[in-house]
Nanobody, 127 residues
Framework: QVQLVESGGGSVEAGGSLRLSCAAFGYMPGSYCMGWFRQAPGKEREGVAVIDSQGSTSYTDSVKGRFTISQDNAKNTLFLQMNNLKPEDTAMYYC?????????????????????RGQGTQVTVSS
């Protein structure tokens, strides 16, 4: 069983930056994928970025060049560095983890199916 705890959300003005963290507790599989998805009120859930245990990454088009996903394997922590934030980035951000090959190989499209999820951290960007 894995527990995920997000932190780092907050309120910023457009153009500002935030760094989200996601600490993983419990048994960590040897091979896994982790990612961030977000959901704003009245909008569909959106996969933002994923990274696998080898460090390969994938991003949704709207955040490419602005967001960077990374991980500290020694500390079992996932990060999302968000720069040049825009009002449309406002959402609850969740981290997620899975170890199933067929799920991890699906990239962003399968992020919604990840087995383990955190409780979320709110990001609000004002114009």
């Amino acid at each position: 069983q894995v527990q995920l705890v997000e932190s780092g959300g907050g309120s910023v003005e457009a153009g500002g930056s935030l760094r989200l963290s996601c600490a993983a507790f419990g048994y960590m599989p040897g091979s896994y994928c982790m990612g961030w998805f977000r959901q704003a009120p009245g909008k569909e859930r959106e996969g933002v970025a994923v990274i696998d245990s080898q460090g390969s990454t994938s991003y949704t088009d709207s955040v490419k060049g602005r967001f960077t996903i990374s991980q500290d394997n020694a500390k079992n922590t996932l990060f999302l560095q968000m720069n040049n934030l825009k009002p449309e980035d406002t959402a609850m951000y969740y981290c997620a983890l899975d170890a199933r090959f067929h799920i991890c190989s699906g990239g962003l499209a399968w992020l919604y199916a990840y087995k383990y999820r955190g409780q979320g951290t709110q990001v609000t960007v004002s114009s």
